[in-house]
């Protein structure tokens, strides 16, 4: 496992980070999900990210009984608050009231006195960005959270961000969690270059487009039981001849460097320096092993060309 910088700062976060969503709770049991992130740890992934409202705060829960057995210094722990996570008017958003309930929640789901990396899971259009940023740099100053980030914010709302946390001198984003993957790269036009004007990390998450890019799914051939595109009718409708295309040419250039599909992907995801980290789901330890694979090498030039032109045929770009 590689370890890089959390933008700027002198965090250092393992190239893949274990994520909780759709899976500590959901799709995974107890048992289930306490092998797989410790097995993690054990492969060197220090960075486990998750959010209150995933599974209603059964995979915090998870996530801290898991690694209760690790030193506590040696793990990164990313959550996020914004969601719904109790009863009233102020059960959800970014308001300092809302941001505060939802840490001490997540703290004590999470059995741990700090979280390594808060971060506002989306934009609160009812709050203004004052209040949470004076919120999240409190609990800074308090100790109670190490860094501060920010998930499906667009280049615009992080630069506002970063402005008002200059103005004030306040602790400011130091990451940022978008969408990407090699089908889907809009924030190649504006976000990952404010990442690298201003030494923002970016902790990508679906790097893999919800099992798409695994190379598991064939032309002519149904999901079969069990598989995620069986269960999720969005997937489903992303198994397009096009996109199964696509997917068997990238998985021809995977193969002569004796790599898997998956471990394709994530290596090309890892080529920006921008990128901190790319956040993998797992179900399996042995789909766990493969992914965790995917950090430690490199694309050279001439497959990164043939890459691109291959990319170019996507209607998704």
């Known amino acids: 496992m590689k370890y890089r910088r959390l933008g700027r700062t002198g965090l250092k976060v393992s190239e893949i980070a274990l994520g909780g969503w759709l899976t500590f709770g959901e799709t995974l049991g107890e048992e289930e999900a306490l092998q797989i992130i410790r ?100 609990m800074v100053r308090q100790g109670k959270v190490l860094y501060v980030g920010c998930s499906n914010f667009s280049a615009t709302q992080l630069h506002e961000a970063l402005m008002i946390s200059r103005q004030h001198g306040w602790a400011r984003f130091d ?88 471990q394709l992907a994530l290596a090309w995801i890892l080529r920006r320096p921008e990128i901190s980290a790319a956040i993998i789901g797992a179900r399996r330890i042995e789909q766990l092993k493969e992914n965790v694979r995917g950090s430690g090498w490199q694309l050279r030039k001439q497959e990164l060309k043939q890459i691109d032109k291959i990319l170019e045929a996507s209607q998704e770009r």
């Not at 829960?61 to 057995?69: P, Q, R, W």
């Not at 999470?110 to 004076?134: F, G, I, N, S």
């Not at 978008?178 to 504006?190: K, L, Q, S, V």
């Open 175 to 262: 990451s940022v969690q978008p969408f990407y993957n090699m089908m889907r790269h809009e924030i190649e036009a504006d976000l990952l270059p404010l990442c690298a004007e201003e030494g923002i990390g970016a902790i990508v998450f679906c790097p893999l487009y919800q099992g798409l890019l695994t190379g598991k799914y064939r032309k002519g051939i149904a999901p079969k039981k069990g598989q995620r595109a069986a269960e999720n009718p969005v997937l489903r409708k992303r198994l397009t001849a096009e996109n199964l295309t696509i997917v068997e040419q990238l998985g021809k250039i995977a193969k002569k460097r004796g790599k898997t599909m998956a």
């Open 39 to 138: 097995k993690a740890f054990e492969l060197g992934i220090n960075l486990f990210d998750t959010a209150d409202v995933y599974a209603d705060g059964r995979a915090e829960e998870m996530l801290g009984k898991a690694l209760a057995i690790f030193p506590r210094e040696e793990v990164v722990i990313a959550t996020k608050a914004r969601g719904r996570i109790f009863g009233g008017p102020n059960g959800e958003g970014l308001s300092r009231k809302h941001l505060f309930e939802a840490l001490h929640a997540s703290l004590r789901r999470l059995q741990t006195d700090y979280v390594d990396l808060y971060q506002v899971h989306w934009p609160d259009p009812e709050t203004p960005l004052e209040e949470t940023l004076c919120a999240l740099n409190d």
